[in-house]
């Protein structure tokens, strides 16, 4: 998906990756070649972050985005007992646990910055990506792609936020299910002034073929076949595919062993 929209030419001078964890591993492989800025608050992955990122140009940001300026604490916790999986700012201090943080708004932190647009923004933080969003309010019009995971629950809300900040929905991937009952994908939008594209209106500027209309399991199919499998690690997987990250790198299961495509 992310070879597809760079492919067609969807604009991207800087990723803007928040909630990065050890890596984004799916964004390195797609765009090795520009600035990651790496917001990360849980200091327990920047020996790792630090450790992937080295032959790149990065720029990794102890802190947590939100919509304002401040301190903030940090809740960390393993759902299945061993490394963390998930983390989020809390209202207060209620127990020894949490963590002391550094908060920020995004707009705010870009507006000191001279790093090359148009940006494409990552949200993976638990629950937090309204607020964080809502901190973004300056810097929507240099945004040309946004990804962000969606539960059930959420779905609607931060879909319709973005509907009304100027972007439309491009894709809806990484399906994923808890005992057999829909949990969360991940949502990709693309800014508006960027769907003059033809090749992101193929019903209009395209001529119909059938060989062109398959479904989700007939396309990952097709594109499986031609992929070359890239190593960066024993752990890496293809990575040319509309999925959103690739089946074995599948969000919520890396997040439960504990974090995109």
Not at 4 to 22: M, N, S, Y
Not at 25 to 45: G, N, V
Not at 93 to 106: I, P
């Amino acid at each position: 998906m992310l070879r597809f929209l760079r492919g067609v030419g969807i604009p991207v001078g800087t990723i803007i990756d928040v909630g990065a964890r050890e890596e984004t591993l799916e964004l390195r492989q797609a765009f090795p070649d520009l600035r990651h800025i790496l917001f990360e608050p849980a200091s327990e992955f920047h020996d790792e972050l630090r450790t992937n990122y080295a032959s790149m140009d990065y720029v990794l940001v102890p802190a947590a985005l939100s919509d304002e300026e401040g301190r903030g604490y940090l809740r960390k916790i393993a759902i299945d007992g061993n490394k963390i999986s998930h983390s989020w700012l809390v209202d207060e201090a209620s127990d020894g646990s949490l963590e002391t943080v550094t908060t920020m708004r995004l707009d705010s932190f870009m507006s000191t910055r001279d790093d090359a647009k148009p940006y494409l923004l990552k949200l993976d933080v638990d629950g937090l990506e309204i607020p964080i969003m809502q901190g973004s309010e300056g810097i929507w019009d240099d945004v040309s792609c946004v990804i962000l995971e969606a539960t059930i629950a959420s779905f609607a809300e931060r879909m319709n936020y973005l509907l009304a900040k100027g972007f439309k929905l491009f894709d809806i991937v990484d399906h994923c299910y808890y005992y057999g009952m829909f949990s969360q994908v991940d949502l990709v939008f693309v800014a508006e002034k960027h769907w003059e594209n033809p090749d992101l209106r193929p019903w209009e500027t395209k001529k119909f073929t059938w060989e062109q209309y398959v479904h989700v399991a007939e396309f990952e199919a097709i594109v499986q076949k031609s992929t070359i499998v890239q190593k960066s690690t024993p752990e890496s997987t293809p990575v040319e595919t509309r999925r959103f990250p690739l089946p074995g790198l599948k969000f919520w299961k890396r997040r439960a062993n504990t974090g995109l495509f």
